[in-house]
């Protein structure tokens, strides 16, 4: 005999509200929403609990709305009108086909089931979300492209760690971040073209950076990749970069204006085509370097070139800022030999 399903609703649990203020039913247990008022001035959260759908849900909410960590399929029934956050993250969403057109907060479905965002709009209420004002994050799904969502974001756009092998319909313009790693990317052509904040693409299948953004205006990620050249990189990246655990041989490519440089953990012989001056940390270790010839002249924080095969310190460094790493190399380096080599202001570890 199966059993029961005691049905635990809204009214029942949390009384009558007037909607006036923030409304708080999350982790109580609810399997309905029924009873809900039809407007909440304040924010409205119901998540942690055993919801299957927003049914009774009220349909315009002036605060924020969050409904994460429930076992919700669809956003059929919820509000309307979101004037802050909308959090949908961590249930079992498979399409986002009724969520508001327009969020004037952050948008998060992460850690759901979504495979597209495309609407059958026979089947539907025929809208979708198109215009976020804040984050949208659709991390932790399973995408397989990026075609009908959002387009545009007013803050960041993460959609890592899906199943994505292209950008295609990624916003061309983004105030915030990009983020895009732990996908199966290729190629990131059909990204945004414009980036004001922060890129990355760690953790693809990127064998090159040709066709990516026009303009990124902070960070640059493109470690954990099989990039074997650089080609197509901006020549002045406003912040840190960061090729590390690839597999390039040259640096042919690589900006020339940094704050950070990291290109650890790849088959370099040679740093010619380095940045001159580093604002940061410059770390190249764990290549195949026996020399330090093409080094930047001037780094103003550390300078890391440990777990190579290097022999002989001459090269163009000319001063390090913070400390000169260079241990686990083809052979032991005396401090003094360093300090002769280059001015170094920090310590010397060898």
Known sequence: MAKKVTKVTFANVMQTLDGKGDIDCSNKGLTSLEGCPEKVQGNFNCSGNQLTTLEGAPRKIKGNFNCSDNQLTALEFGPE???GDYDCSNNQLTSLCDAPVFVMGDFS????????FQCDISSSKGSALEVVEGDFNCSGNQLTSLEG??????GDFSCSSNQLASLQGAPKKLQGDFDCSNNLLTTIEAGPEVIEGDFS????QLTSLKGGSQEIGGHYDCSANKLTS???????????????G????????????????????????????????????????????TTLEGSPKKVKGN?????????????????V?????????????????VRAACQVKGNIVT
């Open 81 to 83: 009108e979101v004037k």
């Open 109 to 116: 479905c992460a850690g759901n089931r979504l495979t597209s």
């Open 149 to 154: 969502a959002p387009r545009i974001v007013g």
């Open 201 to 204: 693409c760690t953790g693809n």
């Open 230 to 244: 650089l080609k197509g990189v901006h020549k002045k990246v406003k912040g840190n970069f960061n090729c590390s």
């Open 246 to 289: 690839n597999q390039l041989a040259s640096l042919k490519g690589a900006p020339q204006e940094v704050v950070a440089f990291d290109c650890s953990n790849n088959q370099l012989t040679t740093l010619k085509n380095a940045p001159e001056k580093v604002k940061g940390n410059f770390i190249c270790s764990w290549n195949q370097l």
């Open 303 to 319: 300078f890391d070139c440990s777990g190579n095969q290097l022999t002989v310190l001459e090269s163009s460094l000319k001063r």
């Open 321 to 337: 800022g913070g400390d000169f790493i260079a241990a686990e190399n083809a052979r032991y380096f005396l401090e003094e030999e």
